[in-house]
């Protein structure tokens, strides 16, 4: 039997991968080739999320170290059961820890292997963490998630508060979501239906995949560590270029797309700045509405506990919905919010 070669001992990854293609002078519009000069298309930083594998960090060619001072805190929303929806245990995060590499690089660190708990299932805020971080729907790619506030959870049913999703600032997906993703393969594995949901999340995204480790190539009989090493080697080496193509191929087309490329480009960025703009003022609108609402169902409901009232305004947002008139306990029917 052949053993495998050694991969080379220079790492495939460079950290300054973005930098150097702000460079190339096919992307420049003044053609000095000057990095420090923004390029459309082209993020700030070289971001990927590794899942259940930290050996990911050799594969970059500036050393990576940990930032502590990033913790993603498990707990943050409950785990339902579900047999018994009373009982409820804290939510394992999805992110473990945040690695920089270098100025220009960044290592999310993320795993499956902590959801063996119990049946060794994916809990649906579980799966809801892992959208949000793809998406980029998050503060900056190394924020812990916070829990999304008691009307999204009843209305939405979102455990988490999904960044951008009504009103706020301007989203900057290219600089929140990861560029790709690697994950060890026999780790997701033991997880039912884990590498499913990663590649299904990844597809939905459009963030390109890569798993080392598969055990349905091997069918189980790949012994021990063997070719582990290269096979990271080669793994990493084919998302440096595939992200590199990707970045790549959009910097061009915004740059020397056709004149309605570049036409429909910019109508998207200004219809995305409009509707968010129109989000704000619905948003603004709506709490007052809510105000005004929540003041009437207390003088109806004297007394009524918070859950009381919730059920309430909930029931009378229906109602509105459904364009039935609402009714009030004890007092005439009120005006529309």
Known sequence: MTMPSAPPAVPPVEAELMQKIKKKKYLQHDKTGDASSSVAGVPSKLRILAVDLPAFKSMIDRPCSVDNSVVFPDGVVKKKSKKDNTTSTPQTSFARSFMRCGEHAEVLNASFAAVKNGKDTVDDAFKEELTIRLSGRVKSFDSPMEKGGWWSRMVFGSAYKWEGKRGGGALQVEENAPQAVIADGSKLQAVEGGLLLLSSA???ANVPLFVINDQRLWGGE???????????YNASKALREKV????VQKALKIKEGQAYARGREH???KAEELARRQRIRDE???AQKVDRLEARIRQGLAGATSAELQAELERRRVAQEAGQPQ???GVGNPQSP
């Open 202 to 204: 990844c597809k939905a």
């Open 222 to 232: 790949k012994g021990g560590d063997v070719g582990q090493e290269e096979e990271l």
């Open 244 to 247: 590199k193509g990707m970045v």
């Open 267 to 269: 109508g998207k960025s």
């Open 284 to 286: 603004g609108r709506w």
């Open 327 to 329: 009714r009030t306990r």
